[in-house]
Each structure stands twice: as structure tokens, then as C-alpha cells.
């Protein structure tokens, strides 16, 4: 893991934010507003557009980077790109703060 690669993915509040709601996708996103959910999938990318306020172009860059530095994990279905964490690669990231910083 490429500890400064993985802080700047997570360098402001909204990418932090969609870490948090990709924890637990039914407590930040209602079931009937989301365009087609899967917990092996994750959730749809105009969805968390739609929750962080912003647009989709805007978020997906957000969501490539967080992707690039395997905190996410990016799956395409059709038309769509869905996004979940990768927990393994978070449980990494916090046992290298725990024993490097």
C-alpha cells in the first residue's frame, strides 16, 4: 500500500464522507432512492453524486482516484459503474497509521 497515494484519494471532506456512507449504504442511502443496489456490487455512482450534492463528473474523478488507491473497489454493470470499499486495503491503512504515525 502506498500510504501518501491513499491519503491524498482521501483528502477532503467529501471523499471522506463517501468512505463513511459506503460503510453502512442503507443508513445514508434510502433503499427506494437508489437506482439499483448490491452489497456485492456496491452503490451506483449518480447515487453518491446525488447524496455528496455534486455532480456525477465531479464525484466519479473522486471516486477513480479513492478506486486507483484500492481503498474502493469500482465494478461496471451495463451503463453503470458501482462503487464498495475495500475493507482489506482499509484494515491495511489503519494498521500502517497504528504502527507508522
Known sequence: MKLLEV???L???TRLDILTWLKD???YFPAEELVDYSPSL???VSDIAKKAKMSVPTV???LKNMAAADILV???K???TYYKRNEDA???LAELIKEKL
Request: charge should be neutral; hydrophobic fraction near 35%.
Open 7 to 9: 491519503i491524498k484519494s
Open 11 to 13: 483528502s477532503n471532506q
Open 25 to 27: 449504504p442503507f443508513a
Open 42 to 44: 456496491g452503490v451506483c
Open 60 to 62: 466519479s474523478v473522486y
Open 74 to 76: 469500482a465494478t461496471r
Open 78 to 80: 451495463d451503463q453503470w
Open 90 to 92: 482499509i484494515q491495511e
